[in-house]
């Protein structure tokens, strides 16, 4: 589980550091400024989910949807402590603009046991 919550982290982690500098064109392109976020995001999951699977040994589809859990909810506690709290943003509008596409994060985990999964039992 620490292994899912640290890469939860790193994933959270990224994107904000990221974001700081870009904090201006979220002001004058709030539109751009998410894409970048989004594809950023998409990126380091997408390299992180690889590297979590490389060490999966078995229940790869169990495996997707708590590691897609977990990093859900570990980016939003992380966004309750760096961005809600020192933002004062209303959790309803986090949610609505940032909170659920965080949901998207276990479509790859998820995809990726799932198909691990059904290789496993076409090799038996």
Partial sequence: MLKKIGFGIILWAIPYATAIPLLGLNQSDQLFFKTIMIVEGSIV???LA???FVRVRRDFLREGLVLGAVWIVVNWILDYAGLIVLTGMPLGRYFAEIGLR???MAA???AIGYVLERRL???S
């Fill in 50 to 52: 690889a590297v979590y």
């Fill in 45 to 47: 999951g997408a390299v």
């Fill in 108 to 110: 790859p985990t998820v």
């Fill in 102 to 104: 965080y949901i998207a």
């Fill in 121 to 123: 039992a076409q090799a």
